[in-house]
């Protein structure tokens, strides 16, 4: 169990970039933590429970519920991290490019959080958080990906429609559309390119993005919002 008011977040793609930067920092607030992917190793922080699984799964969400639960007794947050991000021309795609960016990205998102939000139900409440791309609104003729695009705009649908869904039954629903973050997705070579992207010159970092997700945690007024991390990028040029 966790401790006295010690407060729960499970996090999906949680090993690396921007997931193991919101490890950190919700155990820094004084979270405790179940974090996921598909290959994740045990933690030695008693304050961290690990459960590997592909998101994508039926069962994974099952067990990741069921470990939390079993281990903390709470489920606060929901944060989907966990994402597949495949650029090139459309006309390029293969039917498993789509499968592969389909299930991660949209059934992953809806596995669990279907099963999490039950849990918050039971709860009195809680809070879920997506993560979508300023790509979304402001496609780049240099940059085509129209599969994240087509999934990362769902969530953003998705996280508005669960918003006012849940609005008065205690369950807030978030998203953070982001520029192009500092994480190993993209080799540091890129950065001076991709840096012009953004009207401040300069690609996000992880840090950024976990500060914005800390700050949507504190205001519990917030809901259905959709908070563009992303230098400027959205605004215009």
Do not use: C
């Not at 429609?161 to 039954?169: F, K, M, P």
């Not at 369950?171 to 890129?190: F, Y």
């Amino acid at each position: 169990m966790s401790g006295p008011g010690q407060r729960v977040a499970i996090i999906t793609g949680a090993s690396q970039g921007i997931g193991a930067g919101l490890v950190a920092g919700y155990l820094a607030q004084g979270w405790a933590v179940v974090a996921n992917s598909l290959d994740i190793k045990p933690s030695d922080d008693q304050a961290v429970l690990t459960v590997a699984g592909d998101v994508s799964a039926a069962d994974t969400a099952e067990r990741i519920v069921t470990a939390a639960m079993e281990r903390f007794g709470r489920i606060d947050t929901l944060i989907n991290d966990a994402g597949v991000f495949i650029g090139k021309p459309f006309t390029d795609y293969t039917i498993d490019d789509y499968q592969k960016t389909v299930s991660v990205n949209l059934t992953g998102f809806f596995l669990m959080t279907q099963r999490v939000i039950a849990e918050m139900l039971k709860g009195g409440g809680g809070h879920v958080v997506n993560i979508s791309s300023t790509m979304v609104e402001h496609a780049h003729s240099d940059s085509p990906a129209l599969l994240a695009s087509l999934t990362k705009g769902g969530l953003v649908a998705a996280t508005r429609s669960l918003a006012i869904e849940y609005a008065s039954r205690g369950v807030r629903a978030n998203a953070v559309s982001l520029g192009v973050i500092e994480t190993p997705l993209n080799p540091p070579e890129s950065y001076a390119g991709l840096a012009k992207l953004h009207p401040m010159g300069r690609v996000g970092k992880v840090s950024d993005v976990v500060d914005g997700i800390l700050y949507l945690e504190s205001a519990p007024f917030v809901t259905g919002e959709i908070l563009h991390i992303d230098g400027g990028q959205s605004a215009g040029r």
